[in-house]
DNA sequence: GCGGACTGCTTACCT
DNA sequence: ACAGGTAAGCAGTCCGCG
């Protein structure tokens, strides 16, 4: 493969100035052919003998055929070619009958989905031996399992359980995904770059990330050879260029019966199911810059008057069903698509309307799954459920958005907002319907355009890592995609891959007792703060502990509590658990290999300003994604629903954390160091020199075997005797806001508003001297508030409304009823559908039961006692500390009021 | 029958 | 379908009280 083509597929900063002379091959006319011809029955897009190198971005398993498919994004045509498999591989499990014996089990060899056995020898890692097993292997995935009854894996036990009470028959690796199964026997690597040489799946090579992987290595020199392989291979996955994502967002708008609720419209929002209603409108925005607006002509609607932009193509059908298969055209097109809650509402809708009309099934680019829409042709890529994913909206968004609808998240992130609705959507004019539909389109592919496409990058940065196809990689949660790559390591090394209760069994649950009740293990050590205003505070903390841990003390399944006797002595301090000194586990490597990479090299090359834009902002994507995973790395260990769950293992981790800490704080405490405050990772040294910061880091290195970093330093901090409460000002004057009341979001607008002043004026103090006038001017602002809320003087009842989220249905909620609850019961009478996830917004009012929606309320209802009572509450958490009364404060005012 | 002490539930936050 | 620890407010319960 030479250089130069190569290049290509860098993203843009990196390309020659110069565009290349040689172009990519199409592919030969008779294969264009084939594709037209087949068209006509069923599509079909097999990559010719040769393809340029494209992106690994799906797998999946195509039933006809019988055989595990591959697609492969070229991104210099832009288009998606299907490989499929020409080894022969076949799905399969293991047991531990032999094959004689299975020969005895009629249900076996007379499934129809049986093809034949073969004895192999597998390590087993929590016997630390080889296992003899059979390899059941079948002629299609759901002879294997994913059926509810007659599946090999359950007729297995159950048929050997009839002929032999004494010897228990086991299964192994029989609830693993067809394509996953394929891809870590195939050692393959979604995400990353193959070509297609002479009809062979081949991994191309791009020299300069080669370059970069062998600079990286020179950093890991010191390191035990077993730690390097690991560290080149996930280097090499999030080395490799990033191509340019052709994609189309979709939005349908679906005609709906509307119902008027206290003088408002609510939609009631049509069942996908059923698809009672036409489709009115779609609107198609390509990342290529075509915009498209598709709307169907129905009786008495009129134009209107907006405008639509010169650049949109407006487009209108007189039948519902050209209209669909014109959207339908563009998904047979595009190989990306993105929704949001297309899984749910768009795709389904557009599957089954389709079927109402007539369409053939052959014209329909959809799969439908339970709880997904794939495409036949593309990749689609739903941001409701990736938004959705807890770890992404914290981690790598920052919580930026915490209602997860294409308005909030859309409004966090990107500044765009729906298009807000005076009248029903049956209602609208033409112009105004398209204006509508374009916006959730705009918002959907902003959304992934963002940032460089941040988005997509992020969701190719985890394909690769996770070992799994892109459109599960944005469905699923961060324990899967530990999970599979925890397996594909597992069958890189013939090791077996143990079932969930085999580890439990073996070791065990855990000891220690948990503070909070009906947790299972003791969790983190959050010191005492010692109140008051502290200035020149230092934060130091240890950074990615958790994995920092699992690396240093080489935690595992396989290793915590394993069989030798001579590690016995090998404790976990403050628990009774043990751990192996003969061997590394697997996910000390790997976690241990992935924590070291992100700390020695992404972080640092994420903030490097020397390189050019688009190569940072890919390496602060892949630092954002490392994050993601590692700070989950531990707890899975501790979650029951994860393959690989070992409660030991997540109790051990959390005991050297302990461990750790404690430690750290006595030896600031030995150098003279004030801690004044930590919390599992961190300590809070008041005016620390410089030789005692680096005394204590060289400490930790040394005696800890862990790093020891200056996090932040606090101009000053203040601390009430509150644990995880407290204000810091950074050098440069931003101010940190931990756990206050003044920060939930929760709380009314109003007392946030005046929170909000009195941060900013704390901002500006530089030192003790300045307090004083700080000091007055904060008396000040919470007597102007009081004041306010007195004279009954908000601009808005909204800024009095508490926003709090609806956990569960309303209906659900049975040992009590807290107050949104009570405020959704108010609503629901009134005919609003509420649902878990919803936000009640709920102002305090004084007649019973104390609470009124927002909606409904008046502000002469409103109990003003109560809202003084929240405002002191949230301004006592740094009152204490400034030496102020919140009572002197607007006692003070009473006596003016008089005068 | 009422109020204070207490427990438990719920949400939002921290690491 | 990562974990445990903490704060705050409120709902509900128990118990004492001539």
């Not at 770059?193 to 970069?212: P, Q």
């Amino acid at each position: 493969m030479s250089k130069g083509r190569l290049d290509d597929y860098l993203f843009s900063a990196q390309k020659p100035k110069v565009e290349p002379k040689t172009q990519v091959e199409t592919p030969p006319p008779s294969f264009m052919e084939a594709v037209r011809q087949e068209k006509r029955t069923r599509r079909s897009f097999e990559a010719p003998p040769t393809l340029p190198p494209s992106y690994f971005v799906s797998a999946t398993y195509n039933g006809d055929r019988a055989r595990a498919v591959v697609k492969l994004y070229e991104p210099k045509s832009k288009k998606i070619y299907f490989w499929h498999d020409t080894t022969g591989h076949k799905p399969y499990l293991f047991t531990n009958l032999s094959p004689i014996e299975l020969e005895k089990l009629d249900r076996v060899i007379n499934h129809p989905g049986f093809d034949h056995f073969e004895t192999v020898e597998k390590y087993d890692p929590l016997l630390w031996r080889n296992l003899a097993l059979t390899k059941v292997v079948a002629k299609d995935p759901l002879a294997v399992g994913g059926r509810p009854t007659g599946c090999l894996r359950d007729v297995i036990p159950q048929e050997w359980a009839k002929m032999d009470k004494d010897q228990q028959a086991k299964v192994w690796e029989a609830s693993i995904k067809y394509y996953q199964c394929y891809i870590y026997d195939r050692q393959l690597a979604p995400g990353m770059i193959y070509s297609v040489e002479n009809k062979e799946l081949t991994e191309a090579k791009h020299e300069t990330s080669e370059e970069n992987i062998k600079e990286i290595q020179t950093l890991f020199t010191e390191e035990p050879k077993e730690f390097l392989q690991p560290i080149e291979n996930w280097a090499r996955l999030l080395e490799y260029p990033v191509p340019e994502f052709r994609r189309v967002a979709l939005d349908i708008e679906v005609e709906t019966p509307t119902i008027e609720i206290e003088g408002k419209l609510t939609f009631r929002v049509p069942d996908p199911r059923d698809a009672d209603h036409q489709v009115i409108c779609a609107s198609l925005l390509g990342s290529d810059g075509k915009k498209r607006v598709l709307l169907l002509k129905r009786a008495g609607v009129r134009e209107g008057v907006e405008k639509i932009p010169a650049e949109i193509s407006v487009e209108y059908f007189d039948s519902e069903g050209k209209l669909i298969l014109a959207i339908f055209e563009a998904l047979w097109d595009y190989p990306f698509l993105i929704t949001f809650n297309g899984d749910d509402f768009d795709l389904r809708y557009l599957f089954h309307r389709a079927q109402k009309l007539g369409i053939r099934r052959s014209e329909v680019p959809i799969e439908l799954g339970r709880k997904n829409c794939l495409l036949c042709y593309g990749v689609h890529i739903d941001l409701y459920k990736f938004f959705f994913n807890r770890s992404i909206q914290i981690y790598a968004f920052g919580q930026k958005y915490r209602d997860v609808t294409l308005d909030d998240v859309g409004d966090a992130l990107i500044g765009l907002t729906k298009i807000e609705l005076t009248k029903g959507l049956n209602d609208l004019t033409y112009t105004e319907l398209a204006r509508y539909c374009l916006r959730d389109a705009e918002i959907a592919l902003k959304l992934t355009t963002f940032d460089d496409d941040l988005v997509m990058k992020l969701i190719l940065a985890i394909t690769r890592i996770s070992r799994m196809p892109m459109e599960d990689v944005s469905r699923q949660g961060v324990s899967r995609w530990i999970r599979n790559f925890l397996q594909f390591e597992h069958r890189r090394r013939g090791m077996l891959i143990p079932n969930t209760d085999d580890i439990l069994a073996v070791k065990g649950k855990t000891v220690t007792k948990a503070i909070i009740k009906g947790k299972k293990y003791k969790g983190a050590i959050v010191v005492e703060p010692h109140p008051g205003v502290h200035f020149n505070v230092a934060v130091m903390d240890f950074p990615s502990l958790y994995p920092s841990i699992i690396k240093v003390y080489n935690l595992g399944y396989q290793s915590i509590l394993c069989p030798h006797e001579e590690c016995r002595f090998n404790k976990v301090p403050d628990t009774p658990h043990w751990v192996c000194t003969k061997s590394q586990a697997l996910e000390s490597l790997l976690i241990g290999s992935l924590r070291d990479l992100r700390v020695k090299w992404y972080k640092s090359k994420a903030r490097d300003n020397t390189l050019q834009r688009e190569l940072r902002s890919w390496y602060s994507v892949i630092q954002a994604a490392l994050k993601v995973i590692l700070n989950a790395s531990y707890g899975v260990f501790g979650a029951e629903t994860f393959d690989l769950y070992c409660p030991p293992v997540a109790e051990a981790t959390a005991a050297l954390g302990r461990h750790s800490i404690t430690q750290i704080i006595n030896e600031a405490q030995k150098l003279g160091i004030e801690v004044i405050y930590g919390d599992t990772d961190s300590i809070f040294l008041k005016n620390p020199s410089e030789s005692q910061i680096n005394s204590l880091a060289k400490w930790s290195e040394k005696e800890l075997r862990m790093e020891l970093d200056v996090d932040k330093v606090y101009r000053y901090a203040v601390f009430s005797s509150r644990k995880k409460n407290y204000l810091g000002v950074t050098l440069e004057g931003t101010v940190d806001v931990k756990g206050l009341t003044g920060k939930k979001k929760h709380i009314p607008p109003f007392i946030k508003e005046s929170f909000d002043l009195m941060k900013t004026r704390l901002s500006r103090v530089k030192s003790p001297s300045e307090f004083e006038d700080a000091k007055k001017e904060i008396k000040n602002i919470i007597r102007d508030s009081y004041l306010r809320l007195k004279r009954r003087e908000w601009k808005r009842i909204d800024d009095l409304a508490f926003n709090v989220v609806l956990g569960e249905a309303p209906e659900h909620y049975v040992k009590t009823t807290p107050q949104h609850v009570r405020a959704a019961g108010i609503l629901k009478e009134k005919g609003y559908a509420l649902k878990a996830g919803d936000l009640i917004s709920f102002v305090k009012v004084v007649k019973e039961p104390h609470v009124k929606p927002v909606q409904l309320a008046s502000n002469s209802e409103i109990d003003v006692e109560k809202y003084i009572g929240y405002l002191h509450s949230t301004f006592d958490q740094v009152l204490d500390a400034l030496g102020l009364d919140f009572n002197e404060i607007i006692g003070l005012t009473r006596l003016e009021r008089f005068m």
